[in-house]
């Protein structure tokens, strides 16, 4: 892919961070020029809208369709900005494409499904090269954490004929409650800059988070990634957006969060401190989640001894697995008496919530 060609014109990919702002969907003609105008005081070049709201469970709100576009093409005229939108399907890339759409995206239901891709890749290999090349087409990591997956659309796009090509990492879906909306899983987008280092990378916090207090420090861990830019939901009014308000901030908080973002001045081949940081934090999040799942799992023993009569401490199976656990943290190249303080502060807890369930 040595022919890659600029995802945006010069004046937009220089301003450091790049960002792509707007609501999740666009609602009205009124609630997209509102926004869009702020938007652009506050600096953003790029426009984002949603016009095709694909839902997980029917009865939620799928995004006005078609009729919406013509509500980016005012914004776009109104405020000079490039307007970007998620297509799923040959027919939304045809409509938004002969709308005057600048950017497309393939969300993260579309690109698990190479089906859909290819339908895509069909259709944009179809028009002339000089539409290809007008056209910027950026693709979100799947739902699931498949590398290859996100590869591999990424690689039909490209065999289409289209060269301005991006991709964006939005997390991956996981099963139970964790600290974010969409775990980041931050070394599957490392991977995949060492693998196509050519393609920009755009993260988007918004979905990775699921809450708009994560969005600066997700947007900060990004910027200290050396991620190439971000895609961020901003509603004029999020408490009443009609998709994903919790994930959504207005444009004065985005515009203050970009003024407060610190760009590294200097990147290195190695890891950096801040990218050694960033995995501290990753590991410092999974293991608050491991210690949450093991105190559900110690409740429902609680439950189990609580049903058979059973007492909630037994000496010796704890002092043997202490023991074998102490062994093989030593082996790990941890000392014995921190692992015996870890462990032993766990078993209390166990213990306590154990008691718990068994005393109501």
């Known amino acids: 892919m040595n022919d890659i060609l600029p995802l945006f014109p010069a004046g937009i990919m220089e301003h450091k961070p790049l960002v792509m702002a707007g609501p999740c969907s666009a609602e009205s003609e009124q609630q997209v020029l509102d926004t869009a105008r702020a938007l652009s005081r506050a600096g953003v070049r790029i426009f984002r809208a949603g016009v095709w709201k694909p839902r997980t469970k029917p009865g939620g709100f799928e995004g006005i369709g078609t009729p919406a576009l013509e509500w980016l093409a005012k914004a776009k005229e109104a405020t000079g900005m490039l307007t970007a939108t998620e297509v799923a399907n040959e027919r939304h890339t045809r409509e938004a494409i002969e709308s005057g759409i600048d950017v497309l995206w393939l969300g993260a239901r579309t690109s698990a499904n190479p089906f859909a891709v290819q339908e895509i890749a069909d259709y944009l290999a179809s028009l002339p090269q000089q539409k290809r090349d007008s056209i910027a087409v950026l693709v979100k990591n799947p739902v699931n954490p498949d590398l290859e997956l996100w590869l591999g659309a990424i690689e039909r796009i490209y065999n289409a004929g289209v060269r301005r090509l991006g991709a964006i990492h939005r997390g991956f879906s996981s099963y139970g ?46 910027m200290d990634m050396n991620f190439d830019g971000l895609i961020i939901e901003t509603h004029c009014n999020p408490d009443a957006a009609l998709s994903d308000k919790a994930q959504q901030i207005t444009p004065d908080v985005l515009a203050y969060m970009l003024e407060t973002i610190v760009i590294p001045t200097q990147t290195n081949t190695t890891e950096s401190l801040g990218l050694l940081r960033q995995q501290i934090d990753r590991i410092d999040d999974e293991l608050i989640e491991l210690l949450a799942k093991r105190m559900r799992v110690a409740r429902d023993i609680g439950r189990f001894k609580k049903e058979h009569r059973m007492s909630v401490v037994q000496p010796g199976r704890y002092n043997d697995l202490m023991q074998r656990r102490v062994d093989t943290g030593v082996k790990l190249e941890l000392d014995a008496e921190f692992v015996k303080a870890i462990l032993g502060t766990i078993h209390e807890e166990s213990v306590r919530q154990q008691v718990e369930i068994c005393s109501k």
């Open 177 to 222: 409650k964790h600290i974010y909306r969409n775990p980041p899983k931050w070394r599957i987008p490392i991977e995949f800059k060492r693998r196509m280092p050519q393609i920009p990378l755009i993260c988007d916090p918004s979905h990775i988070g699921g809450c708009r207090e994560l969005i600066a420090p997700l947007s900060q861990q990004a």
